[in-house]
């Protein structure tokens, strides 16, 4: 039996087939952790939630910024965004079906046995391991219950920038949301730089990618996580494991093999963005 994790596949169905094809993956002996963002600009969104959910329990996502903004576009709080292609998901007779089981999906996986952890945009400097899984079902909680669409509404934002334990509401529950899901860099407390969607190259005065931050709290062997195309999946850091490959830019599909760190990914693009 082994676990993989597989990057960001904004709906890049074939892809995903593809790359399930070269690892071999058998759902009856093999596990998959998915790094988020299911939908957006690829092709097939919904071909790829139906996948995803219809490997039942062999299978895991978290959520990433793409398709909590899908779940506010479900829900009437957002409009889909000019590039995206998940309209067909609108119009789906297993609309609402999908959309129950994408809420109920978690902001972090934890596996114990492989000493590991994931979520869509990292862990900052501030929590360990614990405290983010801790946190990530205060925000789970929320999409999981009836307050849902007054979460939706208030998420959005980048303010504010820096985590405290003080914090309440739903200024709390987005920050949590925001270096759950899209963080890419930090300075050295632990405050957020949302804006920033470049490389490593051109990173602001001040500011590091969120795994450079010392974090002394944050005993686990290895981080995955996606969101962050431009790195192509180098961190420079053998503890920190960047999935986001830019699948759905022309470039490949990831998936790690999270019991030996082996990397394989798809044969062909994704005819996306």
């Given at each position: 039996m082994a676990l993989y994790a597989i990057g960001d596949i904004q709906g890049c169905r074939a892809a995903l087939e593809d790359l399930l094809d070269v690892i071999a993956f058998d759902p009856a002996r093999d596990?998959?952790?998915?790094?988020?963002?299911?939908?957006?600009?690829?092709?097939?969104?919904?071909?790829?939630?139906?996948?995803?959910?219809?490997?039942?329990?062999?299978?895991?996502?978290?959520?990433?910024?793409?398709?909590?903004?899908?779940?506010?576009?479900?829900?009437?709080?957002?409009?889909?965004?000019?590039?995206?292609?998940?309209e067909p998901i609108l119009a789906a007779p297993d609309r609402d079906e999908l959309m129950d089981w994408l809420r109920h999906r978690p902001l972090l996986l934890r596996d114990t046995t492989l000493d590991c952890v994931l979520t869509h945009a990292g862990i900052p400097c501030l929590w360990s391991a614990e405290k983010a899984q801790q946190l990530a079902h205060e925000v789970e909680s929320v999409l999981q219950g009836p307050d849902i669409t007054k979460f939706l509404a208030d998420m959005y934002g980048n303010e504010p920038a820096l985590w405290s334990d003080d914090l309440t509401g739903t200024t709390r529950l987005r920050v949590i949301?925001?270096?759950?899901?899209?963080?890419?860099?930090?300075?050295?407390?632990?405050?957020?730089?949302?804006?920033?969607?470049?490389?490593?190259?051109?990173?602001?005065?001040?500011?590091?990618?969120?795994?450079?931050?010392?974090?002394?709290?944050?005993?686990?062997?290895?981080?995955?996580?996606?969101?962050?195309?431009?790195?192509?999946?180098?961190?420079?850091?053998?503890?920190f494991i960047a999935l986001d490959t830019g699948c759905v830019w022309g470039r490949h599909l990831t998936a790690c093999r999270v019991d030996d760190g082996a990397l394989f990914r798809n044969r062909e693009g994704c005819s996306g963005a």
């Open positions: 596990r998959l952790w998915f790094a988020g963002d299911l939908v957006a600009r690829g092709p097939d969104s919904l071909g790829v939630l139906r996948l995803v959910k219809g490997l039942g329990s062999a299978a895991e996502t978290v959520l990433g910024n793409h398709d909590l903004h899908f779940l506010a576009v479900h829900h009437g709080i957002s409009q889909t965004k000019p590039k995206d292609r998940t949301t925001n270096y759950l899901t899209r963080m890419r860099i930090t300075d050295a407390r632990g405050a957020l730089d949302l804006k920033y969607k470049q490389g490593l190259e051109k990173i602001p005065a001040g500011f590091q990618p969120w795994f450079a931050v010392e974090n002394p709290a944050l005993h686990v062997r290895h981080v995955l996580f996606g969101h962050w195309a431009a790195l192509e999946g180098k961190t420079s850091h053998p503890r």
